[in-house]
Each structure stands twice: as structure tokens, then as C-alpha cells.
């Protein structure tokens, strides 16, 4: 069965700081990981990471991808009240992409 | 482009009862979704499809079937509504091949929170 395990699962810190999240998996013929921020609606996405050691990066936020270990982190530096959202990892596997989403990392940022 | 639309975006239900919740997409993606969220489960797969005529279960089926006639629509129908099934549904769509620059990224609707008394 896939199992996605993401860590911590709910974090506070203030604003200005620097955040890591970690998400590692199990999956059957894994084939892309991807990274979403969800707040009060639909989750919206950050990052497709494919490649191990290769870092994504959009603005503050950076990801990377280790597929020898089956783990990825996203980091977030400066940290803004905006950033305040659950994060979710969701590797894709099978033929066709099935998505197994983690249950989440809940990040609270306080001015 | 639309996206992604759900139809309803609430709904309260009686035990037993049945309904059908909606779901379209105007990117002409050959994958679908269906997952449900509840407070504490991040979100599960409860059926996918990766073309018309072709779906597959997830995570959690029980209760729920779909169809996939077109494209564009990716219907959930709701058999016979238990408290259980109390909820958010949220629709996804994405290609399902990478090719051409095309990612894997999937389009969420807005949801549906469905109320099962």
C-alpha cells in the first residue's frame, strides 16, 4: 500500500523565519512528486519535482527531491503571514498517475 | 478557461438518500479525480479516470461510483448517503502523459461540502 508521511504535521513560527517541511514515501513505481499549498479552499500548486538533487525554486520557496532516500523537503525562508496554509506533498505512481497525498504540514506564521 | 467547476458547492443530505455530484473541465486533460478531505486526513482518492470509458477506484470507493462518458465531465454519484460520508469533495484534472512541456500539475474545482444528517 503507499504510504506518503509528512513532518511536522503542524508547525508555528514567526515571521522571518525559515521553514522546512519533510515529506517521504512509498510508492509503486514512482514517477513525480508534487507540492501544494492549501488554505481555505482548493489546494493550489507549487512544484512538479521529477529529477533527485535538482532544486526547484519560485520566489521564497524552494524544493528538492531525493529519490534514493524517497524524501523531499520544501523550504520557505522569510516567512510572511501569508505563508500560513497546510502543505501538502503527493507523489505520483502506476502507469497512470495515482496521486497518494500526505496528510498534510499545517504552517502558522505570526507577526 | 474555466478550469475546473463543481456543482454544488453545498449540499445537505438525509441518511439514504442518493445524488450526484458534478465536475467538468474545459483543458481537455485525459486524468480525473475524485478525492474526499476530512479535518485530520489530508486529502484521499476515492475514483480516477484517465480517459472517457475508463475509471478506476482509489483509496476509498465504498459508496460511491462514477462514470467517465466524455472528456470534459467526471460525474460522482453518492448511492445511498450515510453521516459517514460527511465531508469535502474536491474534482482534479491534469494530462496524464508528460509530453511537450505538459506537467503533471492537477486542476482543483473550488469543492463541494456535503452534509450527510
Avoid at chain 1, 30 to 37: A, D, G, N
Amino acid at each position: 500500500e503507499d504510504k506518503v508521511v509528512q513532518s511536522p504535521l503542524s508547525l508555528v513560527v514567526h515571521e522571518g523565519d525559515t521553514v522546512t517541511l519533510n515529506c517521504s514515501y512509498e510508492v509503486t513505481n514512482f514517477r513525480s512528486l508534487l507540492w501544494y499549498k492549501q488554505e481555505k479552499k482548493a489546494p493550489t500548486f507549487l512544484f512538479m519535482l521529477t529529477s533527485s538533487g535538482i532544486e526547484k525554486k519560485s520566489g521564497r520557496l524552494s524544493s528538492i527531491l531525493d529519490k534514493k532516500e524517497l524524501f523531499s523537503i520544501l523550504n520557505i525562508t522569510a516567512t510572511q503571514t501569508g505563508d500560513s496554509a497546510i502543505y501538502l506533498c503527493a507523489p505520483l505512481s502506476g502507469g497512470y498517475q495515482k496521486v497518494t497525498f500526505g496528510t498534510g504540514t499545517k504552517l502558522q506564521v505570526i507577526p | 478557461n474555466a478550469g475546473v467547476t463543481q456543482t454544488p458547492k453545498f449540499q445537505v443530505l438525509k441518511t439514504g438518500q442518493s445524488m450526484t455530484l458534478q465536475c467538468a473541465q474545459d483543458m481537455n486533460h485525459e486524468y480525473m479525480s475524485w478525492y474526499r478531505q476530512d479535518p485530520g486526513m489530508g486529502l484521499r482518492l476515492i475514483h480516477y479516470s484517465v480517459g472517457a470509458g475508463i475509471t478506476d477506484q482509489g483509496e476509498v470507493p465504498n459508496g460511491y461510483n462514477v462514470s467517465r462518458s466524455t472528456t470534459e465531465d467526471f460525474p460522482l454519484r453518492l448511492l445511498s448517503a450515510a453521516p459517514s460520508q460527511t465531508s469535502v469533495y474536491f474534482c482534479a484534472s491534469s494530462y496524464s502523459r508528460l509530453a511537450g512541456g505538459k506537467s503533471y500539475e492537477q486542476y482543483f474545482g473550488p469543492g463541494t461540502r456535503l452534509t450527510v444528517t
